[in-house]
């Protein structure tokens, strides 16, 4: 078969708390898709590899194609954590396929949210970013990882929780609903809490993100005081990448919506939905590799 003119595209969105695969014929409609574990290659990238492989195999099995054909496919991996070109090319080793790219999540993400036109992107998840597209050049803000970076994501937030629950334990904060909240997950233990936090993944701290939604928007201290730095983060990157007056924000990410009580009007009367999910950039992106 020639590899120009693949049979299948193959499409996957690999993040800190789960993975999606999709699997689409050679004209781009889709023909199954699966979900599976994390696929952040930062965190664990054998464990990564093998949720992705768990959930083609599913998408594969719900379309009836078979391993043998799925070579011949073209395959886009956006995955985070990747932070090089070398540890994109790594984890393309794991993989069969006749055309095959890994890259970080963001060209994926922003593909599909904008349907390859030029915009603005807030993805706010796990993780996040704040990009923009203008003709046909990106320019990115973030996506340095969670030691680092991440910030006004779910992460960063379960993080700040964290952090907020420890200082009011030392007497350094009062206790609010969040810090309490924190606390009780573990029994009431911040030893225990310290040691989780020193092993946990960025979806352990992700899975206190909707707790300081919920409490912020009801006033506590600790919750408004991270939504509004996050706020500010996110003002601040949008006038690094130069983004004008009403320009539209796309805000993509199950964590970035939360945000728009606390943007500045122009901001927030300028958010709309993306056009498309990170799996459906990654078939757009798989498309293009018969360009070459």
Do not use: K
């Not at 889709?30 to 290659?41: C, D, I, S, T, W």
């Not at 990115?140 to 420890?166: K, M, P, T, Y």
């Not at 609903?177 to 924190?182: F, G, I, N």
């Amino acid at each position: 078969m020639d590899p120009a003119r693949p049979a299948y595209l193959i499409g996957v969105d690999g993040g800190g708390s789960g993975c999606r695969v999709a699997i689409a014929d050679a004209t781009g409609c889709v023909l199954a898709e699966a979900a599976g574990g994390p696929g952040n290659v930062s965190a664990d990238p054998d464990q990564a590899a093998a949720n992705i492989r768990a959930a083609l195999d599913e998408a594969a099995a719900g379309a009836g194609i078979g391993a043998d054909a799925l070579r011949h496919a073209h395959a886009h991996l956006g995955l985070a954590g990747v932070m090089s070109e070398a540890e994109g090319e790594a984890m393309a080793a794991r993989f069969d396929f006749a055309r095959l790219r890994v890259t970080d999540d963001r060209p994926t993400v922003l593909a599909g949210a904008l349907g390859g036109a030029d915009g603005v992107v807030l993805a706010i998840g796990t993780g996040s970013f704040i990009a923009r597209s203008r003709d046909g050049a990106a320019r990115f803000v973030g996506g340095w990882g969670f030691v680092c970076g991440d910030q006004a994501s779910g992460a960063w937030l379960g993080r700040g929780a964290v952090e907020a629950a420890l200082l009011a334990v030392d007497g350094l904060r009062e206790h609010g609903q969040v810090t309490r909240a924190v606390l009780g997950s573990v029994g009431g233990d911040p030893a225990m809490l310290a040691h989780r936090s020193l092993v946990a993944p960025p979806g352990w701290f992700a899975e206190f993100a909707p707790l300081v939604v919920r409490e912020a928007a009801q006033g506590d201290q600790a919750g408004r005081e991270m939504m509004e730095r996050g706020a500010d983060y996110i003002c601040r990157a949008l006038e690094r990448l130069g983004r004008g007056s009403g320009e539209a924000v796309c805000a993509f990410g199950g964590v970035s919506p939360h945000y728009a009580p606390y943007l500045p009007e122009d901001i927030r009367d300028c958010v709309v939905r993306p056009l498309g999910r990170a799996v459906d950039g990654a078939l757009r992106l798989a498309a293009r590799l018969a360009d070459g």
